[in-house]
């Protein structure tokens, strides 16, 4: 990602001011809390280093691919906003 005023604040908002403002949401937590949960239930079924392996790559490239998401997700919410505020004649650019 190139280094962008729109890059840089994304980059900042949804890896360190994101996480001060998910955290305090109820249904995050529960999503954390289940997540939890079925992490101890998976440790316990005995399974194979190289399926553990491969279950870690599984799950590290899926978390990977959701923070890009969220990403370009808030970039994109944030463009539109640009867009809304030139529409209604708030921001010439």
């Not at 999503?31 to 101890?40: F, N, S, V, Y």
């Not at 899926?62 to 994109?76: G, I, K, T």
């Amino acid at each position: 990602m190139e280094d962008s005023i729109l890059n840089i604040i994304t980059k900042y908002m949804t890896a360190e001011r994101l996480e001060d403002y998910i955290s305090d949401d109820a249904q995050y937590q529960k999503g954390q809390d289940e997540i939890a949960r079925l992490t101890q239930q998976v440790s316990q079924l005995g399974l194979s280093k190289e399926v553990r392996l491969a279950m870690d790559r599984l799950l590290s490239a899926n978390n990977e691919n959701n923070a890009r998401y969220s990403e370009l997700a808030y970039m994109q919410g944030f463009k539109d906003c640009a867009a809304l505020l030139k529409e209604i004649n708030l921001l010439k650019i």
